[in-house]
């Protein structure tokens, strides 16, 4: 299924079908991870809250039980994600501020839309002095930034978002510990495209990137022979195509072009992914309006900087 072209006369729900199908055919389901994606993608920016019963009802279609989802949102509220309020015999599920603001620090990486422009300027962070758990902890949280280790002591990126690191240090309580530097390349491209393959594993990820092209091509060639998608297959291609999106960018440092291996993938995996959002993002919403609720009734429209994704979505409209 994965390196299937579309056919001729394949239509957009037919090909929507076929990717649904082998998302359920695959041996684990990562059930919290896809529950992740429809709160930070579809619920987050429509007020954050929803009833239990209508994400059950939702993740009934991509093959996950009714029980697989109540232990999974069980978990993320164990892990801080999620916090549940009891309403009479229902139960709503809200983002935590600790949810939020990891959503929000995603959100920016995943509709953003990528710097095509570099100054030669690193970011280099230096761990000395950080016991050895902390400094485990830096290694990690700065690596979910796009961060390489240059040495067992010093971390580095070509162009990094100062606003989500300096969150990310402080939320660790790091920020006054640390010395952060800027440094200036200087010549030899070369030499700084082999310090990048040594330094993140980008040819694994270019893989990847050429794996979410191939599985999503025929979604977006049916597409352009019928427009026609209705809105719970509309919210299923959303889902799906931010969800292995996701899976692959946050691996991704996302260094400038200057620094990548040539033909990366990654160029193409964007435009696609923007080009399937702009196709089905209104019909999904749709399609969760219908399905899913608050306390209070249906879910409040999508803020404002939901529109500002992929560069601004009102253009595809």
């Not at 995603?106 to 953003?112: D, F, P």
């Not at 270019?206 to 979604?219: I, M, N, Q, S």
Request: proline share 4%; aromatic share 8%; glycine share 10%.
């Amino acid at each position: 299924m994965l390196g299937a072209q579309a056919h001729p006369t394949m239509t957009i729900e037919s090909a929507s079908q076929n990717l649904v199908a082998e998302f359920r055919s695959r041996r684990t389901l990562r059930t919290g991870s896809l529950i992740t994606t429809v709160f930070g993608d579809s619920i987050a920016p429509r007020g954050g809250t929803v009833w239990l019963g209508g994400l059950i009802e939702v993740m009934e279609h991509f093959g996950i039980s009714e029980r697989l989802v109540r232990t999974s949102v069980f978990r993320l509220v164990q892990d801080g994600w999620l916090r549940s309020t009891l309403i009479g015999r229902r139960s709503y599920y809200s983002l935590t501020d600790k949810g939020r603001e990891e959503f929000e620090q995603a959100t920016h990486k995943i509709y953003g839309e990528p710097d095509s422009t570099w100054d030669g300027q690193w970011c280099l962070i230096l761990l000395s002095g950080l016991e050895p758990a902390t400094r485990d902890s830096v290694r990690k949280e700065c690596g979910w930034l796009g961060f390489g280790a240059l040495s067992t002591g010093v971390l580095a990126h070509p162009a990094p978002d100062t606003a989500d690191l300096d969150i990310t240090l402080r939320r660790l309580g790091v920020a006054e510990e640390l010395v952060i530097m800027t440094g200036q390349t200087v010549g030899n491209d070369a030499a700084m495209r082999k310090l990048a393959q040594e330094s993140w594993n980008l040819e694994d990820i270019d893989e990847r990137y050429a794996g979410f092209v191939t599985r999503f091509r025929p979604l977006i060639a049916a597409y352009g022979k019928d427009a026609k998608v209705s809105p719970k297959t509309a919210f299923l291609v959303r889902t799906l195509l931010i969800q292995e999106y996701r899976k692959v960018l946050l691996r991704d440092p996302q260094l400038p072009a200057e620094l990548l291996p040539s033909g990366w993938h990654g160029t193409a995996a964007y435009q696609l992914c923007r080009n399937l959002y702009l196709a089905v993002y209104a019909q999904a919403d749709n399609y969760l309006s219908e399905t899913m609720e608050t306390a209070s009734g249906p879910l409040p429209q999508p803020d404002r900087s939901f529109m500002q994704r992929f560069g601004g979505l009102a253009q595809g409209g």
